[in-house]
């Protein structure tokens, strides 16, 4: 027995037939895609874990690079908000009349 009960000839016929529908051409661009995306996701996580341990590490550079980055608008620079225009009923749709064929 091989895998829950599936022998190996029977996992062999399956991946013959899923060749023989996809091809190796299109079977190679699905495991290079799928290779991409695992390593993508890998290294998004180990760059997650790095920038979290650089905040626990370096907070005072953090928050001083915060304060450089982030300045708030000058008061002079500041619209007024423009109030809003009511609300414009909803027209009804044009009556729908049906057409009947002569012929």
């Keep these: 027995m091989g895998f829950g009960g599936v022998s190996i000839w ?3 016929i399956i991946l ?3 060749v023989l529908l996809f091809g190796t051409k299109r079977l190679r661009n699905i495991g290079n895609d799928l ?3 695992i390593r993508g996701f890998r290294s998004s996580i180990k760059d997650s874990d790095e920038s979290t341990e650089q905040d626990a590490t370096f907070p005072s550079e953090v928050k001083r690079d915060a304060a450089v ?3 708030p608008a000058p008061a002079a620079q500041t619209t007024a908000a423009q109030p809003a225009a009511p609300a414009q009923p909803a027209q009804p749709a044009a009556p729908v009349t049906q057409v009947q ?3």
Excluded: C, E, P
């Design 16 to 18: 013959v037939i899923i």
């Design 101 to 103: 064929d002569k012929h």
């Design 35 to 37: 290779g991409s995306a």
């Design 69 to 71: 980055t982030v300045q």
């Design 10 to 12: 029977q996992l062999l």
